[in-house]
């Protein structure tokens, strides 16, 4: 009966930052970036998805190895030079980057670095030292202490990245990344109780390149949001100074009388040092690919995996001791990891909830107040009260559910604040009218008063389709009913909104509404009401009642876009639901038909 709807999916650009997650550079930097995490959603071509399960076997790879080639250099081999080391690595990253660049295979903003400002310049040469500086000390630190506490110091880089950033840079974070550096310190502090092997000189290199880690994200992403340089073109920039201070540092600090003739170490190490210096090439390059075809925070999960995998390695390659204070602290850092990297997606989820819970309230408290509405027709109400009523068929149902004497007059005497308004509008005639059917009985002023609109309805021109698509529950109603004389008691509130949603839903194929639950759980009902006041909303011919969701969230969106209706039900619920609460549904239709008489889509009568 019903064709399928197809949704409409707006296609979303991405917009991902270049940025470098280097061997000094921190996993945390990852996250002063803004980028999409919607163009992990959309489908990739099987090329596309090939490179990047490429890129993410690369980087898992070198990011888990290259500390450990470090260590391996260091302890086995008992190569003492870890500046000379770290400057091997900037001069094989200026080879690849130069090598790159010319064969045009990575595109960069300008031509050179002739290009670049002067401002700029002192940048990046800025961003070098911290750079250069960061992966000296780590280097110098795996030479004291093991991997495995080198890993969990460095995953406190969030915590000076926070404080550097609010007070150089005045930044504001969200509470839960304060909380999050709680069990990160707690964690690291656990480590380095439980260290079997600690070291002060290798506990101060580890910290201190931590801290430049910080500062170097910091500098980092000022740089990429200001001077938009790619990440790789920003590599080879860097490298340029940091292996000319690395060498000078070399030359200057380590004792080069203990260096043997190359010829005297055994060649495995120059294997190893050449694996290293790849290695490092390789995980800038391929992070550089992971965030371009994923998001940082992709980057980051993946990231959890290398620190695990880092003392996984340290376990197998060097024997190192974890006491079960160490295991409790890295328990404690990983976890306060995933709560840092996860930040903003715990904070959207928790606003999810909130915003539900309060949505959830609100129809609760909507419902209570219509049922105390309904069940006061048969308590006793205080004249203030009546007056305050401006609805006339309220009152007169009111009249009728009424049997107490002493309410029965001060219903009618709140009745006589219409009757008033009306004697002044159509003059004495109308008054020696209104004043006649003040005396009769109620039952007959009802039905006088439903005599003259059908004398008058008979002498006005017929009603055309949009008049009768504005009109009010109450004329709908009255519109349905036989005559007067043979109409039984008035129906409840509720009975008469179910009226007005019949009649208006009427002309709709495949909606049949008969109480406020069952008749509307596919959607289909909600949307042939929104339909019949705004037409030109949607196709009503293409909605597919398989589909309940997509119906209910197109007659919520659309009336809270067009009548200002707040969409007081969660489709997802709806859609949990055998069938919807009635409660629930009576509230949102009561909100939406206050919504139409609002915009003037309905009208009522009330009182000036």
């Not at 976890?335 to 606003?351: C, H, K, R, T």
């Not at 004249?383 to 009111?398: G, H, P, Q, R, Y």
Request: hydrophobic share 40%.
């Amino acid at each position: 009966m019903f064709s399928e709807l197809t949704p409409r999916r707006a296609r979303r650009e991405d917009n991902d930052t270049n940025m470098i997650n280097a061997d000094g550079f921190s996993k945390c930097e990852a996250t002063l970036q803004d980028s999409s995490s919607s163009s992990s959603r959309r489908r990739r071509p099987p090329a596309e998805m090939l490179h990047l399960l490429s890129a993410v076997i690369v980087w898992l790879v070198t990011g888990t190895t290259i500390s450990s080639l470090n260590k391996w250099i260091f302890a086995v081999y008992n190569f003492r030079y870890p500046l000379l080391l770290s400057a091997l690595h900037m001069l094989t990253a200026i080879v690849v980057d130069y090598g790159l660049i010319k064969l045009r295979v990575v595109r960069h903003r300008g031509s050179g670095e002739q290009d670049l400002t002067p401002s700029a310049k002192c940048k990046v040469f800025l961003l070098s030292l911290t750079f250069c500086a960061s992966i000296a000390f780590g280097n110098m630190g795996l030479n004291y202490v093991q991997l495995s506490f080198a890993q969990m110091i460095y995953t406190t880089t969030p915590l000076f990245t926070l404080a550097i950033s609010t007070l150089i840079l005045g930044k504001q974070h969200h509470i839960l990344k304060y909380t999050a550096m709680m069990p990160i310190c707690l964690g690291a502090s656990f480590s380095i109780m439980g260290e079997v092997q600690f070291d002060q000189t290798g506990c101060f290199f580890v910290f201190a390149a931590t801290m430049l880690r910080g500062v170097k994200s910091i500098q980092q992403s000022i740089l990429l949001q200001e001077e938009k340089i790619n990440s790789v073109f920003l590599l080879y920039l860097m490298s340029i100074p940091s292996f000319c201070i690395l060498a000078v540092a070399a030359l200057a600090l380590e004792n080069w009388a203990l260096l043997e003739s190359p010829l005297h170490y055994d060649r495995h190490l120059w294997v190893f040092i050449l694996l290293s210096c790849l290695g490092s090439v390789m995980y800038n390059l391929a992070s550089c690919c992971v965030i371009t075809l994923t998001s940082a925070v992709t980057l980051h999960i993946l990231g959890n995996l290398s620190v695990v995998g880092n003392l996984l390695l340290s376990q197998l390659l060097f024997g190192s001791e974890l006491s079960a204070l160490s295991c409790a602290g890295a328990v404690l850092t990983l976890s306060g990891m995933l709560i840092y990297q996860n930040s903003e997606f715990i904070v959207s989820y928790m606003d999810a909830r909130k915003a539900k819970a309060k949505k959830i309230r609100r129809v609760c408290i909507l419902a209570s107040d219509s049922s105390d509405m309904e069940s006061k027709t048969d308590a006793s109400l205080t004249s203030e009260e009546l007056a305050a009523i401006e609805d006339e068929e309220v009152l007169n149902k009111m009249l009728d559910n009424t049997t107490d004497y002493e309410q029965r007059r001060m219903i009618r005497a709140a009745l006589e604040g219409p009757d008033e308004e009306k004697e002044r509008e159509t003059g004495a005639g109308a008054r020696v009218e209104a004043a006649g059917l003040e005396t009769a009985r109620p039952e007959q002023r009802r039905n006088n008063r439903r005599s003259c609109q059908h004398r008058q309805s008979v002498h006005e021109p017929a009603v055309t389709d949009e008049q009768a698509a504005r009109a009010s529950p109450a004329e709908a109603s009255a519109q349905k009913s036989p005559p007067a004389a043979a109409a039984p008691n008035a129906k409840n509130v509720k009975q008469m909104l179910l009226d007005w949603c019949r009649a208006k839903t009427e002309p709709y194929e495949g909606v049949d509404i008969q109480n406020f639950s069952s008749s509307w759980k596919d959607g289909i009902a909600f949307c042939a009401l929104v339909h019949r006041f705004f037409p030109d909303a949607f196709e009503y011919s293409i909605l597919n009642p398989n589909k309940p969701r997509d119906n209910f969230q197109l007659a919520f969106s659309t009336a809270e876009r067009l009548a200002g209706c707040p969409s007081l039900l969660d489709p997802d619920d709806l859609v949990r639901m055998k069938e919807p609460d009635w409660k629930c549904v009576y509230t949102y239709i009561q909100e939406f038909y206050r919504s139409l008489v609002e915009k003037g889509l309905v009208k009522t009568k009330k009182r000036m």
